[in-house]
Nanobody
Framework: QAQLVESGGGLVQAGGSLRLSCAAS????????MGWFRQAPGKEREFVAS????????YYTNSVKGRFAISRDNAKNTVYLQMNILKPEDTAVYYC??????????????????WGQGTQVTVSS
């Protein structure tokens, strides 16, 4: 069973950058697909990015393509989300999630069985 802890959120001006980290416990991290989701006030949780267990396939929602990059370090049990050219509409609580094999859906929240507590990202205009 994985426990996930996010860090790296904060307040940044539009156009700035942040890097989120998600540290996972357990010895099976390298077998999990990992994802980042976000939820803004009054909105549903939405998919942001995900990465397969080897780190050689990544997936993004259209609104962050070219600005965000997901990566992982299996030796450190950590997944990252580098966020550049941040916009006010990126403001949300960002959640890290883990999906055990078989990997049914890299973009759907229902496919992920483990979640972190979330980290707030606020982008000011």
């Amino acid at each position: 069973q994985a426990q996930l802890v996010e860090s790296g959120g904060g307040l940044v001006q539009a156009g700035g950058s942040l890097r989120l980290s998600c540290a996972a416990s357990g010895r099976t991290f390298s077998s999990y697909a990992m994802g980042w989701f976000r939820q803004a006030p009054g909105k549903e949780r939405e998919f942001v990015a995900s990465i397969n267990w080897r780190g050689d396939n990544t997936y993004y929602t259209n609104s962050v393509k070219g600005r965000f990059a997901i990566s992982r370090d299996n030796a450190k049990n950590t997944v990252y989300l580098q966020m550049n050219i941040l916009k006010p509409e990126d403001t949300a609580v960002y959640y890290c999630a883990a999906q055990r094999p078989p990997y049914s859906d890299y973009r759907g929240a229902q496919a992920y069985g483990y979640w972190g507590q979330g980290t707030q990202v606020t982008v000011s205009s």
